[in-house]
């Protein structure tokens, strides 16, 4: 049962961002800072990627952990009410994720998820985006 009347469900839910959350905002203020330039939300691709470099071809997302079902202590969380609407709805986003990312790299773009748990340690962030913006795209590596 929900602990909260419909009103305040729909007033919870409401405050729920898919666009310039808390993790967002830190993976686009470090990118920013190494001086990479990037499209936001990209309608005209799968997924509406968090961020586009269209010129290397390559894209991020960034997922948030309950949302997506990370494997970490806050994505593996299920609410204890409607578990069966909640585990329905978490599996369509992954099936819909692992689609869009299929896609995206069909048309020839490299992915990179981060995951919000991830954003908690900017050091290790900060390398691993770096690693990822500065590598060789791979069609062109494996050619």
Known sequence: MDTFTPAQRSKVMRRVKSKDTTPEMVVRRLVYAMGRRYRLHDKSLPGKPDMVFKGARKVIFVHGCFWHWHDCARGR??????????????????????????????????????????TRDVEALRDRLRAFLEAPRRREADA
């Not at 299920?78 to 869009?100: C, F, G, Q, V």
């Not at 995206?104 to 992915?111: P, R, S, T």
Request: proline share 2%; net charge negative.
């Open 77 to 118: 969380r299920m609410p204890k009410s409607n578990t069966e609407y909640w585990e329905a709805k978490i599996r369509r986003n992954i099936e819909r994720d692992l689609e869009h990312q299929r896609q995206l790299e069909e048309m020839g773009f490299d992915v990179l998820v981060v995951w919000e748990c991830q």
